[in-house]
């Protein structure tokens, strides 16, 4: 399903031929906050970069780190994320505390992150994070929410319909299908996390 089709579906759930226009405005705020309250698996992305600065820039629409690694002499290395203000109180000293970068905290003012200790060289950093969607624009646009979850696109979209509305009686049927509908996402989501053989090590250690 598309962006337009979405807006025509919103239109003929409320009956109303007159609110295609704004019901992309409840289609794009209903997504947004969908990726507020979860971190869903279309939304991890990953990224690699090398630097030898201290500052790295955080991706464009990021929303949460999930792991930040140094790989370093074919193997990788994980860096704790911690604060600001502590990243710079354990590692004061940009010029002499030099090495391997094993800690990272979030510049806010320059939206880039910080690695302490200050890089000796040029290392290779490796990014999984969780991105927000792009708004949707165009009547042709799609996205994994439009094609896969689009029930749970649909009701959150009503839901944000019924303040512009006027029609808060309404917000309790959106809300009770839109409450069915991601708690299958969630489901389906743990289902395909855990899913698979397992893994039986030596000495009966199931992994």
Request: proline share 4%.
């Amino acid at each position: 399903m598309n962006f337009g089709q979405m807006k025509a579906l919103i239109a003929s759930y409320l009956s109303r031929d007159d609110i295609e226009a704004i019901s992309g405005v409840f289609i794009n705020l209903a997504q947004k906050r969908i990726e507020r309250e979860h971190n869903w698996k279309c939304m991890e992305k990953r990224q690699t970069t090398s630097a030898s600065d201290p500052y790295i820039s955080i991706p464009a629409r990021f929303k949460e780190h999930k792991s930040l690694m140094i790989f370093e002499g074919g193997r990788y290395y994980s860096l704790m994320k911690t604060s600001y203000e502590h990243a710079l109180n354990i590692y004061p000293l940009e010029s002499a505390n030099r090495g391997m970068p094993l800690v990272f905290a979030t510049a806010q003012a320059t939206n880039e992150f910080l690695v302490r200790p200050t890089p000796d060289k040029s290392y290779t950093y490796d990014l999984y994070y969780y991105q927000y969607t792009d708004d949707l624009v165009e009547d042709t646009d799609s996205n994994w929410w439009t094609n896969v979850a689009w029930d749970a696109l649909l009701y959150a979209s009503l839901g944000e319909s019924a303040p512009y509305l006027m029609a808060d009686e309404r917000l309790v049927t959106w809300k009770a299908l839109y409450d069915v509908a991601i708690s299958r996402l969630k489901s389906t989501e743990r289902m395909e996390e855990f899913s698979g053989a397992q893994f039986i090590r030596p000495g009966g250690i199931v992994y």
